[in-house]
């Protein structure tokens, strides 16, 4: 059986690479023109972060992007009050500049983020395309170019952070995974430097693991763990070393855990 080809990655520094696995180019900027909002799911490092930065600058767009967590509150996204020089002068936080200057605001991880957040999103996700700033009496309609887009990964979803139904059902949805082999070790090579032939069996590897999610591990190597153990080998660590750092250590604390992945990873790499 013929082997599949590589596939070439190349990128500028005003494109950043991406390698699309489907139609999500094509879907993505057909929801900014019609001016809708998307949402992102899939694993943690499958590329939702690159794809949207490979969108933004794609479509000349000026990109916001916001890292939920726990602590981020709807003041964080909107703005506040500050105290500059003896006055109180309003900030805009990054949703609201973007929906100023258009553009593309990005949540990452959006059910981090406190509930009071989802509900700033709502009156943009709507044909109504609003943000109601209560603190300064304003209300901004968002330029044709501007968009929302969240992302998050289903796999940490809990009955205490996941998007409501009446949520998600605002968003255009584009589900991640991670490429195909040949396409992976494409991409690995191209970021890390090291040849196809020595990163096609960190790839080979890397599926193995992924097939643990669920059993032994909560989240599978991501491509970005690939990247960084290719490196590593690209800089002259040993492959073992490099393995044990770049794609076993992240993964678990568990001794017992991390000895059967090196089980594995001797099995697959030798």
């Known amino acids: 059986m013929k082997a599949a080809a590589l596939h070439t990655v190349t990128s500028t520094p005003e494109l950043p690479a991406y390698v699309p696995s489907g139609n999500e180019c094509e879907l993505f900027e ?29 479509l000349g767009l000026p990109l916001h992007t916001v890292a939920c967590h726990d602590d981020l509150t709807a003041a964080d996204l909107t703005g506040r009050y500050l105290l500059r020089g003896g006055d109180t002068v309003w900030t805009d936080g990054p949703l609201t500049r973007a929906v100023r200057e258009g553009g593309i605001c990005y949540l990452d991880e959006v059910v981090e983020a406190r ?3 989802t509900v700033v999103l709502h009156p943009l996700t709507d044909d109504r395309r609003i943000l109601p700033l209560e ?52 991409v690995v090579s191209a970021e890390s430097g090291l040849s196809p032939e020595r990163v096609r069996p960190l790839v080979g590897l890397a599926g193995r693991l992924r097939a643990l999610k669920g059993h032994d591990l909560e989240e599978g190597v991501s491509t970005r763990l690939v ?14 070393d490099a393995v044990l750092a770049g794609m076993i250590e992240p993964l678990t604390d568990d001794a017992d855990v991390k000895a059967a992945l090196l089980d594995v990873a001797r099995a697959v790499i030798g």
């Open 115 to 117: 509930k009071d957040v």
């Open 30 to 58: 057909h929801a900014w023109r019609r001016r809708l909002p998307v949402l992102l799911k899939g694993p943690t490092g499958c590329g939702k972060t690159r794809f949207v930065a490979h969108m933004a600058a794609r």
């Open 227 to 240: 990247v960084y153990c290719a490196t590593l080998i690209a800089a002259g660590t040993s492959v073992a």
């Open 135 to 186: 603190r300064t009496g304003e209300e901004l309609v968002a330029p044709n170019s501007f968009m929302l887009v969240v992302s998050y990964n289903p796999g940490y979803q809990t009955l205490l952070k996941a998007l409501k139904p009446s949520t998600r059902q605002r968003f255009v949805a584009i589900e991640f995974d991670f490429l195909p082999p040949e396409q992976e070790i494409g």
